[in-house]
């Protein structure tokens, strides 16, 4: 398997299950597990794989209530540095999860977890809206998640009906 194809297959596969085996990838993609840890560590130390975040339902654990928030930043850009900028200023804020570049009316997208609407909105009005460059915020506040990162919340149904054949 040619080297650009292998690093897809081991992306594509540890993105949907981190917790694979270097020898069950190994077994997947016809090449040996040690084959397979080298790989690994180049993409790590090239920086293409990030980390190794776990997907968790929150909502199934009774003490820990959070509130997530997407917020709508227009900005005026620094000139020379574009919106990256203000990104990066953005993005080191504890309370930040997510800052995305956007092609809308608003120029950043800034995903925010918090406590509370009101510890929410208090990092709007107290960080975010006072920093220089920032025009306008909107924020809008998650009711309920369905799916992220590929994986969904809702337990799908079983089929309990018997399958009859002629």
Request: proline share 3%.
């Amino acid at each position: 398997m040619e080297n650009k194809k292998l690093r897809l297959e081991i992306l594509r596969a540890i993105e949907k299950n981190s917790k694979l085996s270097a020898e069950d990838l190994g077994a997947m993609l016809g090449v040996s597990p040690e084959q397979i840890t080298a790989e690994i560590k180049t993409l790590e130390a090239e920086r293409i794989i990030c980390g190794y975040p776990t997907f968790v339902d929150w909502d199934k654990i009774d003490d820990t209530e959070t509130v997530t928030a997407l917020i709508e930043v227009k900005v005026a850009p620094k000139r020379d540095e574009g919106f990256d900028f203000m990104a990066k200023r953005i993005y080191r804020f504890e309370e930040v999860s997510y800052v995305y570049l956007m092609s809308a009316d608003y120029d950043l997208m800034v995903i925010v977890e918090g406590k509370s609407m009101r510890e929410v909105a208090k990092f709007v009005h107290s960080k975010l809206s006072p920093l220089e460059s920032v025009i306008s915020t909107e924020t809008h506040f998650v009711l309920k998640k369905y799916k992220e990162h590929g994986m969904s919340y809702v337990e799908e149904e079983k089929d309990e009906r018997e399958l009859i054949t002629p």
